[in-house]
């Protein structure tokens, strides 16, 4: 089996190109988000950009990532619940 540099290179640049749009996206985002006392929640951007927490994750870590004067950290912790099922099944319990 042959490697591919040439490849591998080849999609190191574009997953560059992807970060960087998402970037920019969440950039525009932030300016138009509610600020509490300086701090933005990574759940208002995800609300605002239906981008995934990981990819999210990893845009809001880079250094790069310029933010409004507003605004003076974000907050990492997500408060939605992840995958949680409510109210069971639609069968009636037996007595």
Do not use: F
């Not at 929640?41 to 809001?60: G, H, N, Q």
């Amino acid at each position: 089996m042959e490697t591919d540099p040439v490849g591998t290179s080849q999609r190191a640049l574009e997953n560059e190109d992807m970060l960087a749009s998402y970037k920019q996206a969440v950039e525009r985002a932030i300016a138009r988000l509610p600020v509490k006392n300086g701090v933005v929640d990574i759940d208002a951007i995800w609300i605002e950009t239906s981008i995934p927490y990981d990819l999210l994750r990893r845009v809001l870590g880079r250094d790069d990532l310029k933010l409004p004067e507003n605004v003076d950290r974000i907050n990492l912790k997500s408060y939605a619940k992840g995958g949680e099922r409510r109210g069971g099944s639609k069968r009636r319990r037996r007595r």
